[in-house]
């Protein structure tokens, strides 16, 4: 029976459907596991077939494809390890996520989830079905050419003395997850394989259920995330833990631009089972479920010098950014397109959008290594210019001169409200991040269009700001899209949308304006986050994986010094003026979208907190009439978003998030509640 255990985890960036992919990025991660000497790897929650297939996975064809890949795994196996990999199960006529245990020559047993996913952007109840607890069942002639019974279901395992069990990512989020059970069978280690999608805060809630588990089950709990933008909207962030007796003994990177990594950590069993041996908790003697494989013994480990792993608190202006430009990464290079095209406005929104595709670049050459960064351009059709160390003075100054311009084109798109602040900050952008800039005025074709309007009204219906404000500022917004769209079509590139979750709620986005588009990297931020990420880039730059240096952007300064406006009007406009003060927005929308809240509760909770403290009572109540009048008649418009990264708790998409009627009585019974409400004293 092992003393010290060496496990190892792995993170992949996985392709929905891509089997061979996705082997292959398996295979990698098991050779650089057996280069650390691991007696175990944990690989994440489907990673065969990919975490996001879908409604592919009710297709027959390709659920009976997938088990022919675990002897393609076993194969580059050693002797000696364990690997677990997800996938799906189709078992009398139900879909099940499981997760095998190989060895080289053995499949020792599928462990199926028991909870599923159903809050958020998951939906894993329309796929699966969660395996009922305590039960056990035994496959038979499953791969042809393995004929050996195949234990599945709720079982864990016994290999040469060490007790492996495991819980499937949601499994150890909820109240009685199989932890406490797996405890009372004694087991030395828990495996967490998990397709956990990235959210600010995220990460401590992670870590504490890791850390706790290790602690409260007295064993080693191993936990791993895949890892990138795998399906388009939900970005993973590669997290990957080893926590044994209470403390995490090995924490990864995170929302690394590598396709696989491997990381290890050697472990004491003997100090957890020392510490179940003085728990209170009763230990069972026999289980149906375990399986024995008396067949199978680990390699030794030396006696190793386990210490605690304690990592630094993450800045969230910068974790924000590197998921938004990983996932642009991603997009880029998994739909082979060659880069973006952005009508750069000079202000806030398009302006962070701008800065996170340079940033992409940036990170993918300092993570990947130029020869390897330029494989995946060329397979995009970009070609860019070999770097030169004695030309360029490091890669950020290689990216601007030689990749920025084949990457993106950005255009600046004037019209007669538009001034010269935005014009300057959107040409000193490009210009520093070395993007291809045009510019251009809209004010001829928004005359045109006008004039065609006007020319079949009658005279007293001619089109006049006083009467026809929104008609107008709408024609401006939409006019920018065809020319947009033309070089983005010209030039083989994804249009990028510049609207953001706080207007996008409320429906303060154009449709065919700004949110016209092939993805909308934004389109999970809220505006308040936005303006303090752009100030965060200009003060701090943006720290760089693999690298001490830092990827920095100081002409964005001509952005963050201005108020935010769509310059649409004649007079003076501010976004903040059309709606409410962003601060106040995002919190009403944080109270309705998070917590569930109706209207009422909104306006108690507003009450208590810290913007009573600067509005009055009937300000507040008509903020939150104002919020959930525009969010309920725009409801057709979040139908209509482009595909948007998921980074804060809540999301604006209708699809994979919150789902809201198109039509509805609009709250109207709520609302005049809340009219008639008096002054609230606390």
């Known amino acids: 029976m092992p003393h010290f255990f060496s496990v190892s985890t792995g993170v992949i960036n996985t392709i929905p459907v891509d089997l061979d992919h996705n082997v292959s990025l398996i295979k990698k991660c098991i050779a650089e596991a057996a280069q650390q000497n691991a007696d175990l790897l944990l690989l994440p929650e489907l990673c065969i077939s990919g975490y996001g297939c879908e409604d592919l996975f009710y297709v027959q064809s390709f659920l009976e494809s997938i088990p022919s890949c675990l002897p393609q795994i076993m194969k580059v196996i050693p002797e000696g390890m364990l690997v677990a990999a997800g996938l799906p199960i189709w078992y009398e006529g139900q879909i099940y996520n499981a997760c095998a245990l190989l060895s080289r020559d053995r499949i020792l047993g599928l462990t199926c989830k028991q909870y599923l996913a159903r809050t958020g952007i998951h939906y ?347 008609t107008l500022q709408n024609i401006q917004a939409r006019v920018r899209s065809p020319g947009i769209w033309m070089l983005a079509n010209k030039f083989n590139k994804l249009l990028v949308a510049t609207s953001n979750l706080s207007e996008a709620s409320v429906g303060y986005c154009t449709m065919d304006g700004d949110t016209s588009g092939v993805i909308s990297p934004i389109g999970g931020i809220s505006k308040s986050k936005i303006l303090k990420i752009n100030r965060f880039i200009m003060n701090e730059g943006l720290k760089l994986q693999d690298s001490a240096d830092r990827c920095t952007i100081a002409d964005i300064s001509y952005v963050v010094n201005q108020q935010p406006t769509a310059e649409l009007r004649p007079v003076e406009q501010t976004d903040e003026n059309d709606l409410m003060p962003y601060p106040l927005l995002d919190e009403i929308r944080r109270l309705s979208q998070t917590l569930n809240l109706m209207p009422k509760d909104v306006l108690i909770h507003l009450t208590r907190g810290q913007f009573a403290r600067t509005f009055s009572f009937e300000q507040l109540k008509a903020f939150v009439i104002k919020y959930y009048r525009l969010y309920c008649r725009n409801q057709w418009k979040r139908e209509r978003l482009a595909v948007g990264f998921h980074i804060e708790q809540d999301s604006a998409d209708p699809k994979t998030f919150r789902r809201f009627p198109v039509l509805s009585n609009q709250f109207e019974k709520q609302l005049e509640e809340i009219r008639n409400m008096e002054n609230i004293k606390y």
């Open 124 to 470: 894993e109840h329309r796929w699966f079905a969660p395996w009922p607890r305590g039960k056990a069942r035994i496959l038979e002639n499953w791969i042809e050419g393995y004929d050996r019974p195949i234990p599945l279901g709720d079982v864990f395992y016994q290999v040469d003395g060490v007790r492996i069990g495991f819980e499937i990512c949601e499994d150890s989020w909820v109240a009685h997850r199989p932890g406490n059970e797996l405890y009372t069978r004694n087991v030395d280690i828990i495996l967490n394989p998990s397709a956990s999608h990235f959210s600010i805060g995220k990460q401590e809630s992670r870590r504490n259920f890791v850390k706790d588990g290790s602690r409260a089950y007295c064993c080693v709990y191993a936990y791993t995330n895949l890892l990138g933008n795998e399906a388009g909207r939900a970005i993973y962030d590669g997290d990957s833990m080893i926590a044994s007796n209470g403390r995490i003994v090995m924490h990864s990177d995170r929302l690394s631009f590598k396709e696989c990594a491997t990381y290890n950590a050697v472990v004491d069993l003997d100090e957890n089972r020392n510490n179940r041996i003085i728990s209170s908790e009763t230990i069972l003697t026999e289980d149906l479920n375990r399986i024995v494989d008396n067949e199978f013994s680990f390699r030794p480990v030396e006696d190793p010098a386990v210490a605690a792993c304690e990592t630094d608190t993450e800045i969230e202006e910068y974790v924000i950014c590197r998921a938004v430009a990983l996932g642009l990464w991603d997009f880029m290079r998994k739909t082979r397109t060659g880069g973006f095209a952005l009508s750069l406005s000079g202000g806030a929104d398009s302006a962070l959008c701008a800065c996170m595709i340079y940033y992409a670049q940036v990170q993918a050459i300092y993570s990947l290594g130029h020869q390897n960064y330029l494989k995946v351009l060329s397979a995009s059709r970009l070609n860019p210019a070999p770097y030169d160390e004695e030309k360029y003075k490091n890669y950020q100054e290689y990216i601007r001169r030689e990749v920025m311009p084949l990457v993106l084109i950005t255009l600046y798109q004037g019209s007669k409200h538009s001034g010269p602040v935005t014009f300057n900050a959107a040409q000193k952008l490009a210009e520093c991040i070395g993007a291809k800039h045009y510019s251009w005025s809209i004010s001829e074709l928004v005359a045109g269009y006008e004039k065609l309007v006007n020319d079949i009204l009658p005279e007293d219906q001619k089109l006049c700001w006083e009467r026809d404000d929104l």
